[in-house]
């Protein structure tokens, strides 16, 4: 049903590359009842521009490229900005940088989810993850790829396989790796 699912998926959102895989086409009624055995989950954040320096957009070199990222019920807002390439203040974070943070932690989670179910006992974890995007002559920009780095420590030597085994499946499941469409690559490290 899973891989029915994620052939739906995929047919809707990349009919071209799902027709050249041979990927099987179905109708509008199962889509509807794949779909609902599927659990949705919904996700807010605000964005708010703080950059008008008193002439809001009025020339490209006007305005600041300063946002706050924020949301109900959370501590703090992210102070965000554009990449110092373009204008933006290098002290805040750039979306860029926080798609590689999204998918460094959402693959930490997991990695701590399975080890915590498999009796892996994590007492360190870190990675420096880094994101390769391609600038195109138009301007527009891509990732080709993001490599996570994650070391981690555990308390049993025995078990450094099987921890190393379970950022494999970690990368399976999380949403955030397999919603990209650009490599999502891990080199991870374990020591007890």
Known sequence: MAEDIR????ALRFP???KAQGLPRRSLTYNLVAMSATHYHHYRAANRWTGNLGKGTAAYAAYSRNFELSGAGK???IAGSSDSA????PARYNPEE???GALSSC???WVLHLCADAGITVTDYYDEAIGDMVENTDGSGEFTRVVLRPRMTITDPARIEDAIEIHHQAHKVCA???SMNFLVEHEPEVTA
């Open 86 to 89: 373009f204008r933006g203040d």
């Open 16 to 18: 071209d590359t799902a």
């Open 75 to 77: 501590a703090a807002p």
């Open 176 to 178: 955030l790796a397999r």
């Open 7 to 10: 052939c739906v998926w995929q």
């Open 107 to 109: 693959h930490m989670l």
């Open 98 to 100: 926080l798609l590689v």
